[in-house]
């Protein structure tokens, strides 16, 4: 049984760093298109960033080009999601999930979730 687990998550000065690890169990990460989403209080969940299975697409939400980087260790079946100069407004629980549609970006196209990590941006 597939199962995906966040860690890294925390609290962070404004204009600071954290990195955002998803280990993978149960399925093979080079297979899958590994995504990762947030949840503000109140939001619905929204796109931050994928990595294909294909080489070379990734892809990022608007509000985090430049400043996040999302990346794959699949020897480890691990993905990461590096964030940097935060802000405020990155306030949410982070979560990874794995789908088997190349591009896919809309939450209903992914299968697995894993149970989310609290980052909390302080100003």
């Known amino acids: 049984q597939a199962q995906l687990v966040e860690s890294g998550g925390g609290l962070v000065q404004a204009g600071g760093s954290l990195r955002l690890s998803c280990a993978a169990s149960g399925l093979t990460t080079s297979s899958y298109t590994m995504g990762w989403f947030r949840q503000a209080p109140g939001k619905e969940r929204e796109f931050v960033a994928r990595?294909?299975?294909?080489?070379?697409?990734?892809a990022y939400a608007d509000s985090v080009q430049g400043r996040f980087t999302i990346s794959r260790d699949n020897a480890g079946n691990t993905v990461y999601l590096q964030m940097n100069s935060l802000q405020s407004e990155d306030t949410a629980v982070y979560y990874c999930?794995?789908?088997?549609?190349?591009?896919?970006?809309?939450?209903?196209?992914?299968?697995?979730w894993g149970p989310g990590t609290q980052v909390t941006v302080s100003s």
């Open positions: 990595t294909s299975w294909s080489e070379g697409f990734t």
């Open positions: 999930a794995s789908s088997p549609i190349r591009l896919a970006v809309r939450p209903h196209d992914y299968e697995h």
